[in-house]
């Protein structure tokens, strides 16, 4: 479980990065994201990838380093297969990962530290 | 893939059959020339810069040889690269035989086999 | 130069794709199978697959390698060499093995090899001869029916262009963060592109770095020129200084008793107390030049050489090691190797590992299929087909649809044959390569829609029939794997069940297409025009 964190910071990594993009933005939230939202997004985005990547290598420094390359990969496989075929549930899927991110910070703060 | 892939800028030879062939198969020819300067050409570059770094770089001999066949094909890659990248077939024939015949003049040197 | 820059890099990335594609599939294929080779093997022999999990496997070992010598020592006390595998995670069987005297022309000798049930000490029902997983594994750098040299620079000079192919494909997909999760459904080619680009991005680490470090495992071969350089004696001076060795105990003569195995184990636990060791080799037992050479698991470190100490036989004094501390090349050496292995890898990042494999798959049966839906496209109407044409739409049939065939083949022979044929193993892929050949066949008659239609079905049958088949021919089936909680042989039945399934999906989607293009009155009309 504590796998989890890394994993999740890493789905709302590509999720955020998604989002910034014009055409993302549009079918979740039907209005273009100005140019303080893209840049809001991005931020966490870029934060968000580079914590997991500092989580991963931290915990197995070699092997972690492997675990954050298979972590992005498949975060990218499902930000995009929501996005690609199932636009409708990405509302729903945004909600998703910030309850499992909540939920692994606080396994990680009981637990990992 | 265009202009400066001919192959025949001298002029017209003896045996025209032999021109007549050139002439049809002019791109054929120098797609061919292309991909055989790329991977023979770009092996023969890899092999000597590789053995050139392996004397040069200042680390135990196991150390060298790990190092410079680690960073072998990253060189070869770039090399196929470079075959493609420039426009003029000449220019990658000429640039790619003199870069290897002076690596080799400078390795053997290095390894007093001159 | 921009512009002209990016047009031939298309061109270079559609040739190079071009020439190797199907070869490349093949090796991705059987490469990505590989991953999971243990749990192959595991399946295709049924004498191991009710052996238990053992509960302390670490804690056991010593007592395995002492009755193991034991064992051998009163069996062959002097074969040439004896070897002890000690059960993994994922290999559950102990084997304590020994040289027999080579024959005439004999490249290596074979070993005369006892499986045992490490939680009973008792030697398990004898195993059938088959390759398992390695069939897998060897069958993607090594190929088959050719020699291996050739072979292996065949599939250093693919993995190559492979390489050239990302670098090129990279460069031409500029929009690579703008266009990333763009698919267009029911387009065509455009929609084929679509998902070649999304199953090239998304996995696009795993791919640069398997292909790279691919061509890093077989670097020796086609690179010698650095070790021959700097060592007089060629690149036999460098094996000799990169692993250890004791040249000096195997020049001694005589005959000498081996020491007990307790003060060498002693040695080994001192220096490493959480040893998990994975096999014990002994050369020359019994005489003045044995050496005992005790090799661990490296764990989850970026190793790929385990870590080993070599010891004496007659007197039992260390004589040579691995190095504790890596120096910077030999770790990035040693890294790049263990990448591609993945031997390191536990369940989730295999798992993870096994889904790039397949994006690799997908990649490259959606750039072939994708270039003959574009030759196609761009044929003028009411031609008939070139032979270019037709020979990539061929080959697309006989490799895309044939593979999976013949993997399902492979493991109903496994099912299927006697267990005291001769020549089994040779047989199974036998069966393979068989398949695989009747689908070409086919494929070269005939390529159309109905052909990939037929193809997807016949696929579907033989991936439901190998469970089946299983459960008829062993004492074990997919509901028995789930309550003994054997997960790798469930997961296995599982994987060829979805499988299945999705050959259906594709059998379906395939036979509407179809029936949408059957030919009504006015079509046939335009056609005849």
Same mark, same amino acid.
Request: glycine share 6%.
């Given at each position: 479980?504590?796998?989890?964190?890394?994993?999740?910071?890493?789905?709302?990594?590509?999720?955020?990065?998604?989002?910034?993009?014009?055409?993302?933005?549009?079918?979740?939230?039907?209005?273009?994201?100005?140019?303080?939202?893209?840049?809001?997004?991005?931020?966490?985005?870029?934060?968000?990838?580079?914590?997991?990547?500092?989580?991963?290598?931290?915990?197995?420094?070699?092997?972690?380093?492997?675990?954050?390359?298979?972590?992005?990969?498949?975060?990218?496989?499902?930000?995009?297969?929501?996005?690609?075929?199932?636009?409708?549930?990405?509302?729903?899927?945004?909600?998703?990962?910030?309850?499992?991110?909540?939920?692994?910070?606080?396994?990680?703060?009981?637990?990992?530290? | 893939?265009?202009?400066?892939?001919?192959?025949?800028?001298?002029?017209?030879?003896?045996?025209?059959?032999?021109?007549?062939?050139?002439?049809?198969?002019?791109?054929?020819?120098?797609?061919?020339?292309?991909?055989?300067?790329?991977?023979?050409?770009?092996?023969?570059?890899?092999?000597?810069?590789?053995?050139?770094?392996?004397?040069?770089?200042?680390?135990?001999?196991?150390?060298?040889?790990?190092?410079?066949?680690?960073?072998?094909?990253?060189?070869?890659?770039?090399?196929?690269?470079?075959?493609?990248?420039?426009?003029?077939?000449?220019?990658?024939?000429?640039?790619?035989?003199?870069?290897?015949?002076?690596?080799?003049?400078?390795?053997?040197?290095?390894?007093?086999?001159? | 130069?921009?512009?002209?820059?990016?047009?031939?890099?298309?061109?270079?990335?559609?040739?190079?794709?071009?020439?190797?594609?199907?070869?490349?599939?093949?090796?991705?294929?059987?490469?990505?199978?590989?991953?999971?080779?243990?749990?192959?093997?595991?399946?295709?022999?049924?004498?191991?697959?009710?052996?238990?999990?053992?509960?302390?496997r670490i804690g056991a070992q010593k007592r395995q390698i002492i009755s193991g010598v034991d064992y051998l020592n009163t069996q062959a006390p002097n074969a040439p060499n004896w070897r002890i595998t000690l059960p993994e995670?994922?290999?559950?069987?102990l084997t304590y093995g020994y040289a027999?005297?080579?024959?005439?022309?004999?490249? $290596?000798?074979?070993?005369?090899?006892?499986?045992i049930?490490p939680?009973?000490m008792?030697?398990?029902?004898?195993?059938?001869?088959?390759?398992?997983?390695?069939?897998?594994?060897?069958?993607?750098?090594?190929?088959?029916?050719?020699?291996?040299?050739?072979?292996?620079?065949?599939?250093?000079?693919?993995?190559?262009?492979?390489?050239?192919?990302?670098?090129?494909?990279?460069?031409?997909?500029?929009?690579?963060?703008?266009?990333?999760?763009?698919?267009?459904?029911?387009?065509?080619?455009?929609?084929?592109?679509?998902?070649?680009?999304?199953?090239?991005?998304?996995?696009?680490?795993?791919?640069?770095?398997?292909?790279?470090?691919?061509?890093?495992?077989?670097?020796?071969?086609?690179?010698?020129?650095?070790?021959?350089?700097?060592?007089?004696?060629?690149?036999?001076?460098?094996?000799?200084?990169?692993s250890p060795s004791s040249p000096v105990t195997e020049s001694l003569?005589g005959t000498a008793p081996l020491v007990p195995i307790n003060t060498v184990l002693d040695q080994v636990y001192t220096k490493w107390p959480e040893a998990d060791i994975t096999r014990v080799i002994i050369n020359n037992p019994n005489k003045a030049a044995a050496t005992i050479m005790v090799l661990v698991s490296p764990g989850?470190?970026?190793?790929?050489q385990s870590p080993r100490l070599i010891f004496s036989g007659a007197s039992g004094e260390l004589v040579a090691q691995t190095d504790d501390?890596?120096?910077?090349?030999?770790?990035?050496?040693?890294?790049?190797?263990?990448?591609?292995?993945?031997?390191?890898?536990?369940?989730?990042? $295999?798992?993870?590992?096994?889904?790039?494999?397949?994006?690799?798959?997908?990649?490259?049966?959606?750039?072939?299929?994708?270039?003959?839906?574009?030759?196609?496209?761009?044929?003028?109407?009411?031609?008939?087909?070139?032979?270019?044409?037709?020979?990539?739409?061929?080959?697309?049939?006989?490799?895309?649809?044939?593979?999976?065939?013949?993997?399902?083949?492979?493991?109903?022979?496994?099912?299927?044959?006697?267990?005291?044929?001769?020549?089994?193993?040779?047989?199974?892929?036998?069966?393979?390569?068989?398949?695989?050949?009747?689908?070409?066949?086919?494929?070269?008659?005939?390529?159309?829609?109905?052909?990939?239609?037929?193809?997807?079905?016949?696929?579907?049958?033989?991936?439901?029939?190998?469970?089946?088949?299983?459960?008829?021919?062993?004492?074990?089936?997919?509901?028995?794997?789930?309550?003994?909680?054997?997960?790798?042989?469930?997961?296995?039945?599982?994987?060829?069940?979805?499988?299945?399934?999705?050959?259906?999906?594709?059998?379906?989607?395939?036979?509407?297409?179809?029936?949408?293009?059957?030919?009504?009155?006015?079509?046939?009309?335009?056609?005849?025009?």
């Amino acid at each position: 479980m504590i796998a989890l964190l890394p994993f999740s910071l890493c789905l709302l990594a590509f999720n955020c990065f998604a989002l910034a993009k014009f055409n993302h933005f549009k079918d979740v939230f039907n209005k273009r994201p100005t140019q303080q939202q893209r840049l809001v997004l991005l931020s966490i985005a870029w934060i968000s990838i580079l914590l997991s990547l500092l989580l991963c290598v931290n915990e197995l420094q070699g092997y972690g380093g492997l675990q954050f390359c298979g972590y992005m990969t498949l975060s990218a496989l499902i930000v995009m297969i929501f996005y690609s075929f199932l636009v409708r549930l990405t509302k729903l899927f945004n909600l998703l990962i910030l309850v499992i991110l909540a939920m692994s910070t606080l396994f990680f703060g009981l637990n990992g530290l | 893939m265009q202009a400066s892939n001919r192959l025949l800028d001298f002029p017209k030879p003896a045996f025209s059959m032999l021109w007549q062939f050139m002439q049809r198969f002019n791109y054929e020819l120098a797609v061919l020339s292309r991909f055989f300067v790329a991977i023979v050409g770009g092996y023969f570059f890899t092999a000597v810069s590789v053995s050139l770094l392996s004397v040069m770089v200042p680390v135990s001999k196991v150390d060298a040889v790990l190092l410079s066949v680690s960073a072998s094909i990253l060189i070869y890659a770039l090399v196929f690269i470079y075959s493609f990248y420039l426009q003029s077939l000449k220019t990658v024939w000429i640039s790619i035989l003199l870069s290897v015949a002076a690596q080799f003049l400078l390795l053997s040197l290095m390894k007093g086999w001159l | 130069m921009k512009g002209s820059f990016f047009r031939s890099m298309t061109w270079l990335h559609t040739w190079v794709g071009l020439l190797v594609c199907w070869l490349l599939y093949l090796i991705f294929f059987a490469g990505t199978i590989s991953f999971f080779r243990d749990e192959v093997s595991l399946w295709n022999q049924p004498s191991i697959h009710n052996i238990e999990q053992q509960t302390d496997r670490i804690g056991a070992q010593k007592r395995q390698i002492i009755s193991g010598v034991d064992y051998l020592n009163t069996q062959a006390p002097n074969a040439p060499n004896w070897r002890i595998t000690l059960p993994e995670e994922r290999v559950p069987y102990l084997t304590y093995g020994y040289a027999k005297p080579k024959e005439p022309g004999q490249r $290596r000798a074979s070993f005369e090899n006892t499986r045992i049930d490490p939680n009973t000490m008792q030697p398990l029902a004898p195993f059938v001869d088959t390759r398992g997983g390695n069939f897998f594994y060897r069958l993607h750098f090594d190929l088959h029916y050719i020699d291996v040299k050739t072979a292996r620079w065949i599939v250093c000079f693919a993995s190559l262009f492979m390489l050239i192919a990302l670098i090129s494909g990279i460069v031409i997909h500029k929009r690579i963060f703008k266009d990333m999760f763009v698919f267009r459904a029911n387009k065509g080619s455009r929609s084929w592109l679509d998902v070649h680009n999304l199953s090239s991005v998304f996995a696009l680490p795993f791919h640069l770095m398997i292909t790279y470090t691919g061509i890093i495992t077989l670097i020796f071969m086609i690179f010698p020129y650095p070790a021959q350089t700097v060592y007089e004696n060629g690149i036999r001076g460098f094996f000799n200084d990169v692993s250890p060795s004791s040249p000096v105990t195997e020049s001694l003569q005589g005959t000498a008793p081996l020491v007990p195995i307790n003060t060498v184990l002693d040695q080994v636990y001192t220096k490493w107390p959480e040893a998990d060791i994975t096999r014990v080799i002994i050369n020359n037992p019994n005489k003045a030049a044995a050496t005992i050479m005790v090799l661990v698991s490296p764990g989850k470190t970026l190793r790929d050489q385990s870590p080993r100490l070599i010891f004496s036989g007659a007197s039992g004094e260390l004589v040579a090691q691995t190095d504790d501390e890596l120096t910077g090349s030999k770790a990035l050496y040693e890294s790049l190797n263990s990448m591609h292995t993945g031997r390191l890898a536990e369940s989730l990042l $295999r798992v993870l590992y096994f889904l790039g494999g397949i994006a690799g798959c997908i990649m490259i049966a959606t750039g072939c299929i994708m270039w003959a839906k574009r030759l196609r496209e761009r044929m003028k109407k009411n031609t008939q087909p070139s032979w270019g044409l037709k020979l990539v739409e061929g080959l697309n049939l006989g490799t895309l649809m044939g593979l999976p065939l013949a993997t399902s083949a492979f493991f109903l022979a496994n099912r299927l044959l006697g267990k005291q044929v001769d020549e089994r193993a040779d047989k199974e892929i036998l069966a393979f390569f068989l398949t695989w050949l009747c689908v070409f066949i086919i494929a070269f008659v005939k390529r159309d829609k109905l052909q990939w239609c037929v193809m997807a079905a016949i696929n579907s049958i033989a991936c439901f029939s190998v469970p089946l088949v299983n459960a008829i021919t062993t004492d074990g089936n997919i509901f028995s794997y789930l309550r003994n909680e054997q997960w790798a042989l469930f997961m296995f039945d599982s994987l060829f069940l979805a499988i299945g399934l999705l050959f259906l999906l594709q059998t379906e989607k395939l036979r509407t297409a179809l029936q949408a293009k059957k030919p009504t009155p006015i079509n046939t009309q335009e056609q005849k025009v």
